[in-house]
């Protein structure tokens, strides 16, 4: 019998899981963080589903926050729990524990042309380091490099640099933000970041009106046409361009920029994607070398749980 290995990956709003021999998936669920209390109740519920043959022996999970000692703070999330009791609890022989995007970013070099929609052609270069980016209930941000006999995960709170304005109108709003304290990219590139940009447009508009979640400005847009939302996701399409830029230049992200998260998926076709070039590439000394990065949006519906099945086979193989 083949030993499966619980992969989950935990946002600020969902918790995913599944079973994986490192090959297949299987007994995919979802559940919504806000209808439990914490997360040794959903895996209860969880594993008490599966027959006993299938139970887990190790397992593999990715949080939307900083992973450092036993403790684990989500940072969207009320959850917190101990790594170590958590594994005693379950009879895991090993718990591994990393940041969201740490997984995404795993996956990064295993996707597939269906996996993907170019953004940027860029010039391929496959074995340099890679980039993902993805605005949800907060920014997520990972990397993977070339590694010896593979790739290293890159771990890092990237979601929460600071802003960086290239024009005026993105200063404008950006002193508008900015009286609620300060402006991380998060601030902006998240579910309640685009509801805020929004909020910015409107006031310097003087519009008089406002949202409270970013799936109201994808909504407005497309049943009204509503100037302020076509706005603040040109805002938002720009900004996202920029926080890119400077990230993959960090890295040295000529092995590409991959773009993915909730928000991207509700503003589907209303994401400017030529305004993220402008503003990715800009008009600097380095226009050349990031014009040639290409850039994507993931298209897999399961990108984390995606890189925890890779990590999983990787590491039974190794075992």
């Not at 899981?17 to 895996?43: C, I, K, M, Q, Y």
């Not at 008490?48 to 992973?67: I, K, Q």
């Not at 076509?230 to 773009?259: C, H, I, K």
Request: with cysteine.
């Amino acid at each position: 019998m083949t030993a499966r290995t619980l992969i989950g990956d935990l946002g600020g709003t969902n918790l995913r899981l599944a079973l994986t021999n490192g090959t297949s998936v299987e007994a995919e669920a979802r559940f919504r963080t806000a209808d439990h209390p914490g997360l040794e109740s959903v895996l209860d519920r969880y594993l008490e589903s599966l027959p006993d043959t299938a139970w887990p022996v190790t397992a593999f999970l990715a949080v939307a926050g900083p992973v450092s000692g036993d403790r684990c703070k989500l940072t969207n999330c009320p959850w917190s729990f101990s790594r170590r009791a958590v594994a005693e609890r379950f009879g895991w022989d090993r718990f591994r524990l990393m940041n969201d995007f740490s997984a995404v970013a795993a996956a990064l070099p295993h996707f597939s042309d269906k996996d993907l929609l170019t953004v940027q052609t860029g010039a391929n270069n496959g074995a340099a380091p890679k980039l993902v980016l993805g605005p949800g209930t907060g920014l997520g941000v990972g990397a993977v490099v070339p590694a010896e006999g593979g790739w290293a995960i890159l771990d890092g709170e990237g979601g929460h640099v600071d802003l960086p304005c290239r024009d005026e109108s993105g200063s404008e709003l950006h002193q508008v933000l900015r009286r609620d304290g300060p402006v991380s990219a998060e601030t902006v590139l998240s579910g309640a970041g685009l509801a805020a940009l929004f909020n910015a447009v409107a006031e310097a508009n003087d519009a008089g009106i406002r949202v409270v979640q970013g799936e109201d400005v994808t909504a407005r847009l497309a049943d009204t046409g509503c100037p302020v939302a076509r706005e603040a996701l040109d805002q938002f399409s720009s900004f996202l361009g920029a926080v890119a830029a400077n990230a993959a230049l960090t890295v040295g992200a000529r092995g590409g920029v991959y773009l993915t998260g909730g928000v991207l998926g509700h503003a589907g076709n209303d994401f400017r994607e030529d305004l993220f070039r402008a503003h990715f590439n800009g008009e600097g000394r380095m226009a050349d070398y990031l014009a040639a990065i290409p850039v994507y949006r993931i298209r897999h519906p399961e990108p984390g749980l995606f890189g925890l099945r890779m990590l999983a086979r990787g590491s039974s193989a190794n075992q």
